[in-house]
């Protein structure tokens, strides 16, 4: 991987638009966060245990607010010419095996892993390791359990691949061209999924800031 210019953004930032946005997704995260919160107080000071199941909900809650936040800062840096990579001699294979091992901390998804020993490469680790969890996330998002979360890391020539496969339901083929723009989600309809569809976007400008290349390849029925 090496540094590349600025890609073009597919459209200017609008600030009205994801401020709304982002506003009905916080009080769609807080409410459910805060009424876990009151069940949790009132089972401590009744002296009843702390359900587990609680505490990961108030948890996954947390990281996907978080998230959200992360993202629009992330989004408002880019265009501001203020998203800058910091590439650095390192192993891509042991970066993408710390993204899933911070993936697994979060989640009871099992991720199984094809990785080589090594892969010397230059890069931000930072920004990969971010890449790489939003598309687990994704994957564990859109495919629920019992569907198979796969990584694999291979080497074609001077190129590394990474390759995040899941078992789901697939991404529509009208969906596939937009995936990686702005405020798109590859949600099926109905499905109650929430985001701001800003995820893909910023794994797309970090790849490309590499000089690589980032795509989906689905069918309906066969994962992505």
């Known amino acids: 991987?090496?540094?590349s210019p600025k890609p073009s953004s597919d459209r200017p930032f609008d600030p009205t638009f994801a401020l709304g946005a982002a506003a009905h997704e916080l009080k769609n995260g807080l409410g459910p966060l805060g009424m876990t919160l009151q069940l949790v107080e009132r089972r401590v000071l009744s002296g009843q245990p702390v359900l587990p199941e609680d505490l990961a909900f108030a948890r996954a809650q947390v990281r996907r607010?978080?998230?959200?936040?992360?993202?629009?800062?992330?989004?408002t840096h880019v265009d501001?010419?203020?998203?800058?990579?910091r590439p650095c001699a390192g192993d891509l294979a042991a970066t993408?095996?710390?993204?899933?091992?911070?993936?697994?901390?979060?989640?009871?998804?099992?991720v199984s892993r094809v990785l080589p020993a090594a892969l010397p490469a230059s890069f931000d680790p930072d920004r990969i390791v971010q890449?790489?969890?939003n598309l687990l996330w994704n994957a564990a998002k859109y495919a629920p359990p019992p569907a198979l979360v796969a990584v694999a890391v291979t080497r074609?020539?001077?190129?590394?691949?990474?390759e995040v496969r899941d078992g789901g339901p697939g991404v529509p083929r009208e969906v596939q061209a937009r995936l990686?723009?702005?405020f798109v989600r590859a949600r099926a309809e109905g499905d109650g999924t929430r985001g701001l569809g800003l995820g893909l976007y910023l794994c797309r400008e970090i790849i490309e800031?590499?000089?690589?290349?980032?795509?989906?390849?689905?069918?309906?029925?066969?994962g992505a």
Not at 65 to 72: K, M
Not at 80 to 85: A, D, I, N, S, V
Not at 156 to 162: F, I, K, N, S
């Open 96 to 110: 993408v095996a710390q993204a899933i091992d911070v993936f697994q901390r979060g989640s009871d998804r099992p």
């Open 209 to 222: 800031r590499h000089g690589g290349r980032i795509g989906v390849d689905s069918a309906p029925g066969a």
């Open 180 to 182: 990686f723009d702005r």
């Open 65 to 75: 607010l978080s998230q959200l936040v992360n993202d629009l800062l992330d989004v």
């Open 1 to 3: 991987m090496s540094d």
């Open 156 to 162: 074609l020539g001077a190129v590394a691949r990474v």
């Open 80 to 85: 501001t010419e203020q998203f800058p990579l």
């Open 131 to 133: 890449v790489v969890l």
